[in-house]
């Protein structure tokens, strides 16, 4: 079974930029989590979906950030502009349901704004 | 927001040697999990813990769920050089936003051969 899919799996841009990056889950995994990772910390959840439906977003910095899961498939997410605190390991999830306890994680997308 | 703890930060400690690390929260949580990651790669689950006070293993790994629901503790035997990452534990609840973990900081492990 394939796993958790991510791209880039580096990506350095400057500050005000733009970038996305891409998650492909498990196949039938109707539920997809995207965290982001500070060095030296545990991941924090920014959002998650439910098929193509958000089920929460209470922790992603909505004037920046954006993502969408348009069919209830692969993910985006998205930073316009970056800022130099962005830097971070973003690291995608998925699991079979809404509840599921084991949630498997892609290798993570490592952005460095400068 | 709810807050893991979570020691020792790190540790360095020689083959063969048995390690041991411990999660504290100032709230309960219904499920806490243990999760290894290696450099470059994602989190990957070792040991699930559903009911306050349960003793799981696999393999080498034991795990607590503490009778409180606000601590657990990992413990490693015997600790092998591929046993070194970071270790992290995660809370989990249901009912709002089911599902989602809350994770602590980490304890980095180092072993030396």
């Known amino acids: 079974e394939a796993g958790v899919a991510q791209s880039p799996r580096y990506k350095i841009i400057e500050k005000r930029q733009s970038v996305a990056f891409w998650c492909n889950p498990i196949?039938?995994?109707?539920?997809l989590y995207w965290y982001q990772q500070i060095l030296g910390q545990g991941p924090k959840l920014l959002i998650q979906f439910q098929n193509n439906g958000v089920v929460d977003d209470s922790q992603l910095p909505k004037d920046r950030f954006s993502a969408e899961r348009l069919k209830g498939v692969d993910s985006t997410l998205k930073i316009q502009p970056a800022k130099l605190e962005d830097s971070a390991v973003y690291l995608c999830a998925s699991s079979p349901g809404q509840g599921a306890l084991e949630q498997f994680f892609g290798p993570g997308t490592r952005l460095t704004v400068l | 927001g709810q807050q893991l703890n979570q020691s020792p930060q790190s540790m360095f400690i020689q083959e063969g040697e048995d390690v041991s690390m411990n999660c504290t929260s100032s709230?309960?949580?219904?499920?806490w999990l243990w999760y290894k990651q290696d450099p470059g790669e994602g989190p990957v689950l070792l040991i699930a813990?559903?009911?306050?006070?349960e003793l799981t293993s696999n393999g080498r790994l034991t795990a607590q769920f503490g009778i409180t629901r606000k601590d657990s503790f990992l413990n490693i035997s015997a600790s092998i050089p591929s046993d070194v990452g970071i270790y992290f534990c995660a809370g989990q609840n249901y009912g709002g936003s089911q599902g989602n973990l809350i994770f602590g900081k980490g304890t980095k492990l180092s072993v030396k051969p």
């Open positions: 196949s039938g995994h109707a539920t």
């Open positions: 813990l559903y009911k306050a006070g």
């Open positions: 709230s309960i949580f219904n499920t």
